[in-house]
């Protein structure tokens, strides 16, 4: 299994999840939005360097020149809302990568249970593939196990990997358990949930803080 925990050493990816957190920045959306693209266009960075290559002649205006370049590309997928900002970071750099979404929620009910419920989901041909699914915050792993499960209805991916800005330790065990050959790309990692299962310390509601609060279901 392989997790990739991006501020471990330290770099601007620490002051940019310092930022997400903080609930007087918080208050900026447009730097919220900015502050995951980032951290998924460093991801995507770190991501590109496992990809399979080939090589290829390219012509200069001065002569022709053998290079390297991603044999396959990728296919970026989502979890809508909170996902798209994470998602167009990495779309940033992988900018020649297909791509697909899934709408799911999480529906909660009495004693603070609640189940996944998933509405929609488009994606194309993954089989042999790189897929990488953008999910901010990777709280149980619930949702994201089931769009992982849609998503491997449309192939085999050669890879997979999954992006989060932060993730709770028990998230990401249940996703080492779900899918053993996933590589995790985090921005960091929390050791608590609440009862309702949300990430502590964590950083609050990623689709509220980009977009606004949204209607209770």
């Not at 041909?125 to 449309?154: C, F, H, Q, W, Y």
């Not at 991916?157 to 358990?177: D, F, K, Y």
Request: charged share 25%; aromatic share 8%; glycine share 6%.
């Amino acid at each position: 299994m392989h997790t990739v925990i991006l501020s471990e050493q330290f770099s601007l990816v620490n002051s940019w999840i310092n930022e997400l957190r903080n609930v007087e920045i918080q208050q900026d959306r447009m730097r919220f939005r900015r502050n995951m693209e980032r951290i998924g266009e460093i991801a995507a960075f770190e991501i590109s360097k496992s990809l399979e290559q080939e090589e290829i002649e390219i012509q200069t205006p001065l002569d022709k020149i053998k290079v390297k370049e991603i044999a396959v590309q990728p296919v970026i997928t989502t979890i809508l809302r909170a996902g798209v900002p994470l998602f167009e970071g990495i779309l940033n750099y992988f900018d020649k990568a297909d791509c697909g979404f899934v709408a799911a929620y999480r529906k909660h009910e009495a004693n603070d249970y609640f189940s996944i419920k998933q509405d929609y989901l488009t994606c194309p041909n993954i089989e042999g593939r790189p897929l990488i699914v953008a999910d901010p915050m990777l709280a149980t792993g619930a949702s994201l196990i089931e769009a992982i499960k849609d998503l491997l209805n449309n192939g085999n991916p050669s890879q997979l990997h999954i992006v989060s800005a932060i993730a709770s330790r028990q998230g990401v065990e249940t996703i080492r358990t779900a899918y053993p050959q996933a590589k995790i790309w985090l921005g960091a990692i929390d050791e608590d949930l609440t009862p309702k299962g949300y990430i502590t310390p964590g950083l609050g509601d990623a689709g509220d803080l980009s977009y606004g609060e949204k209607l209770q279901r």
